[in-house]
């Protein structure tokens, strides 16, 4: 299966720093939503009347737990985001399997 995403940068060449710093976000942002859908699954989501109750509890909390896996992401997290960082540099340089 090929894949839509193209080289920006011929294979050999070093990846400019301000790319690497958007792959490096991507790649936090994957691991924060993944983190964001572990919490849930692990019921880190599910109503205890944290906030009172009320007919907007709901998306509250699933703004707290968003909030809680990108600080999670930010600092380190589980390692999600540098597998995927490795992944995308691969891809950039053109080194394919």
């Known amino acids: 299966m090929e894949s839509p995403i193209t080289n920006t940068v011929p294979p050999g060449q ?4 301000e790319r690497l710093a958007e792959l490096r976000q991507a790649a936090t942002e994957f691991e924060a939503a993944f983190l964001a ?4 699954s692990a019921g ?3 109503s205890r009347s944290d906030f009172g109750g ?12 968003r909030a ?3 600080e999670l992401a930010r600092n380190g997290g589980i390692g999600v985001a540098d597998i995927v960082f490795r992944a995308l540099m691969e891809k950039e340089n053109g080194k394919q399997d």
């Open 14 to 17: 070093t990846t400019r720093p």
């Open 37 to 40: 859908e572990a919490l849930k």
């Open 44 to 46: 880190l989501g599910k």
């Open 54 to 65: 009320g007919v907007g509890e709901d998306q509250f909390q699933d703004f707290l737990v």
């Open 68 to 70: 809680q896996a990108d």
